[in-house]
């Protein structure tokens, strides 16, 4: 069956810290994976995405991810977390040519000034 | 600015009503999505639709309808409304590549059926 399961429900850290948010997933055929956010009190925001190439991924903010095919794995990093980043991020999940997406429960962010 | 307003940011009903939740997006997107968020479950896919007057199924389709009469406009319906569809909704659109992933969300709508 197709999963996406996020690993912590819930991280707490002090600004500065490195910051990784776990990310696997279980699904047939290439896949584009996807991180997104949700800052309290605003709309879920794309935050970076892989189709296809360079396994690592930058996108907004200095976040990055990398894509471990025989891992099934598709991890968030950030080197210094800041308070700003407390959020709560989902990781999705999606075919090559599907229709829709795979989210995750989600992993709630707080980052302690 | 790209956006995706969704009518209302809450709204209660009450059991048995027939709730419209209405959406418009600004980008011309070919997909728009419903989804509903419950602390713990993530988001879970009602409805979406690729083009006007297409629909398709989502994983929780059960208890909701959608109309899509316009490219820029996609419409939940809760044809009877039960406690258990209290919930925050979410309406998302995307482009038609070949990713078809959400792109861009609204803000939400929670609704309480008491």
């Known amino acids: 069956a197709q999963s996406v399961s996020q690993h912590n429900h819930h991280v707490i850290l002090s600004e500065a810290a490195s910051l990784e948010l776990g990310c696997n997933y279980s699904?047939?055929?290439?896949?584009?994976l996807f991180w997104y956010v949700q800052y309290p009190g605003q709309h879920l925001q794309l935050l970076l995405k892989?189709?296809?190439?360079?396994?690592l991924v930058k996108g907004i903010k200095g976040f990055e991810a990398e894509f471990i095919k025989s891992k099934f794995s598709f991890n968030l990093r950030k080197p210094s977390v800041q308070w700003s980043d407390t959020a709560e991020y989902f990781c999705?999940?999606?075919?090559?040519?599907?229709?829709?997406?795979?989210f995750g429960k989600g992993t709630r962010l707080h980052i302690l000034p | 600015d790209v956006k995706v307003t969704q009518s209302s940011r809450y709204l209660v009903k009450r059991t048995g009503e027939k709730v419209f939740l209405e959406c418009v997006q600004d980008?011309?997107?070919?997909?728009m999505f419903w989804y509903r968020q419950d602390p713990g479950l993530g988001l879970r896919l009602i409805y979406f639709?690729?083009?006007?007057?297409?629909?398709e199924k989502g994983d929780i389709p059960e208890g909701y309808s959608v109309s899509r009469e316009k490219k820029e406009r996609f419409s939940l319906i809760l044809e009877s409304a039960s406690t258990n569809q209290t919930s925050m909704y979410l309406c998302?659109?995307?482009?038609?590549?070949?990713?078809?992933?959400?792109?861009?969300f609204g803000d939400g709508t929670r609704l309480s059926i008491l």
């Open positions: 999705a999940v999606g075919g090559e040519t599907d229709d829709k997406i795979i």
């Open positions: 699904y047939g055929g290439t896949v584009n």
């Open positions: 998302a659109s995307g482009q038609a590549d070949y990713s078809n992933q959400p792109q861009h």
């Open positions: 639709s690729y083009d006007v007057k297409m629909k």
């Open positions: 892989y189709f296809s190439g360079d396994p």
């Open positions: 980008m011309d997107h070919e997909n």
